[in-house]
């Protein structure tokens, strides 16, 4: 056990050094427009709504009626949708990786429902809002669809069990994607959904304190 984790992590600290994964300019073939697709559609896609719901969010006055602990379900949502992009984006996709992405899918929709159940019964939870939630919903598991299209081999693989000594280990991809775009996705993920939700933490907290101090007997 203790030489495979130490392969592993022998990998890992080798991860940038394979060939980059390119799709080929004009590619269209099936397995490439998926790629595409993923890359360059799904994964910005998740900016958009993710900023209009925050906006949302501010607009209903969260910080007032449903607040941190509101907000503090937003960023468990975040977490289980951003751990298995980091995997998917990084890692190769195995069995292993599959089935974190499957349950974080699951567990982003379960989450999903209690924050809806929470902030209805708090704030006023607009149509459009809702329409917003239904995007933010559908794209993990949009994501994961396209992934698994990808690898049909590993989810073969993962059907029975998983019988290859690399199936269920965290390993780097052999061909990663490149610097450039990792390093977009990540400005996104700032720009678009850790600024604006810590924002959000934030505002939500100092409007608790303020409240507390207001209350005299708090």
């Known amino acids: 056990m203790h030489t495979a984790r130490r392969s592993a992590f022998t990998r890992w600290q080798r991860w940038r050094s394979g060939p980059t994964l390119r799709v080929p300019r004009g590619a269209d073939d099936v397995e490439n427009t998926n790629r595409r697709f993923l890359l360059y559609g799904v994964m910005p896609l998740w900016f958009v709504p993710a900023v209009a719901d925050w906006m949302m969010h501010r ?33 190769k996709v195995n069995p292993l990786v599959l089935s974190l992405m499957g349950g974080a899918a699951l567990a982003h929709g379960a989450t999903a429902l209690w924050d809806v159940s929470l902030a209805t019964g708090e704030r006023q939870v607009t149509p459009v809002e809702q329409h917003i939630h239904s995007f933010l919903e559908v794209l993990p598991l949009t994501a994961a669809a396209f992934t698994t299209c990808l690898h049909w081999d590993q989810v073969r693989n993962a059907l029975k069990g998983g019988g290859r000594a690399d199936d269920w280990k965290l390993l780097p991809k052999e061909r990663p994607l490149s610097a450039g775009y990792l390093g977009a996705i990540t400005a996104g ?4 959904v850790v600024l604006p939700y810590a924002e959000e933490m934030i505002r939500c907290v100092r409007a608790r304190r303020d409240d507390r101090t207001d209350d005299p007997d708090s």
């Open 59 to 91: 607009r209903s006055g969260i910080e007032h009626t449903s607040g941190v602990r509101e907000s503090a379900i937003h960023a468990l949502m975040m977490s289980e949708a951003g751990l298995p992009v980091v995997a998917g984006l990084t890692a």
């Open 189 to 192: 993920v700032g720009l678009c």
